[in-house]
């Protein structure tokens, strides 16, 4: 038997848990894409966002001590959760009524192109968070790396609106 290139064990194979992961998000979201549609593979993939979210929210609260985060707060925590899952989102603009976030790195990173539905991913984090802190919140992701575009603009809108943007998503406080 030849022993070809060394041992499996030395092999260099792109391959680890991360990269496992991301690819894993990929390949079920492009199936559910397949399957049932775009919309409603979001849909599917916004129920698990809003359970990360209510995740991210109750450890963030934990770890600042509050019972509630203030607006202020909801820009940074939003900001410093994507760091740590290796996005690069930043404030663009903060204002009373809204928050917009740009983005120059995925956390998915390349396993995200062409995969929108991914992007309900951020938008249910981001919304669940805000909206169980402050009440309300409608999030607009208006350009996205799955879409290809170079970068993410999400905005965050704090206040209802009558006519609200026509891809907003609107998430409110649960009632307990």
């Known amino acids: 038997m030849d022993a070809g290139a060394g041992k499996v064990g030395d092999l260099v194979v792109p391959l680890d848990a991360d990269v496992f992961l991301r690819s894993l998000l990929r390949e079920l979201a492009g199936t559910l894409e397949k399957v049932v549609g775009l ?4 849909g599917y993939i916004s129920i698990v966002g809003g359970i990360m979210g209510e ?6 609260r934990r770890a600042l001590q509050v019972e ?3 607006r202020e707060q ?3 925590v939003l900001v410093d959760l994507k760091r740590r899952i290796e996005g690069d989102f930043h404030i663009l603009e ?3 009524d809204r928050i ?10 390349e396993h995200v192109l ?5 992007c309900m991913m951020t938008s249910n984090v981001f919304g669940s968070i805000a909206a169980e802190n402050l009440g309300y919140a409608r999030v607009d992701i208006e350009q996205s790396i799955a879409a290809g575009d170079a970068g993410c603009r999400v905005a965050v809108y704090l206040t ?3 006519m609200p943007e026509p891809n907003a998503r609107e998430y409110f406080r649960r009632e307990e």
Do not use: Q, W
């Open 100 to 109: 917009v976030f740009g983005n120059r790195r995925c956390p998915f990173r």
């Open 68 to 70: 509630t985060l203030t």
């Open 74 to 76: 909801i820009g940074e």
């Open 55 to 60: 995740h991210m929210n109750g450890a963030y």
């Open 94 to 96: 903060e204002r009373e």
């Open 39 to 42: 919309d409603e593979a979001s």
């Open 160 to 162: 209802p609106k009558e």
């Open 114 to 118: 062409g995969r929108p539905s991914l």
